[in-house]
């Protein structure tokens, strides 16, 4: 695809596309950076993954200052531990998931 062509398509001028390829190719520790703005829109899981893919290119992933893949927010409650919270004496009654700290 031409600059021409993706300035067609994105509606971004193409000096500007332009700009910004040039300050990624120039920066010390380039990084892209996208969340829910880049994910609540018609393209949104496009978008992600091409985010990943540019950073992967960039070498921006998983260092000091760049990117990483995200991790699971919530796993399975461990069994007894030593910091003193007590958890697991109780399952819920849908899912069978474990009660954490009362």
Request: aromatic share 6%; net charge negative.
């Amino acid at each position: 695809m031409s600059l021409a062509d993706a300035a067609s398509h994105s509606g971004v001028p193409a000096e500007q596309i332009q700009t910004l390829a040039e300050r990624l190719a120039d920066a010390q520790r380039p990084v892209v950076y996208g969340r829910v703005g880049t994910t609540l829109q018609a393209f949104g899981t496009l978008t992600s993954f091409l985010v990943e893919v540019l950073n992967l290119q960039l070498g921006a992933l998983d260092h000091e200052g760049g990117a990483l893949f995200g991790e699971q927010p919530f796993t399975q409650a461990a069994r007894p531990t030593k910091t003193g919270i007590e958890h697991g004496r109780w399952h819920s009654r849908v899912s069978g998931m474990l009660e954490v700290g009362g």
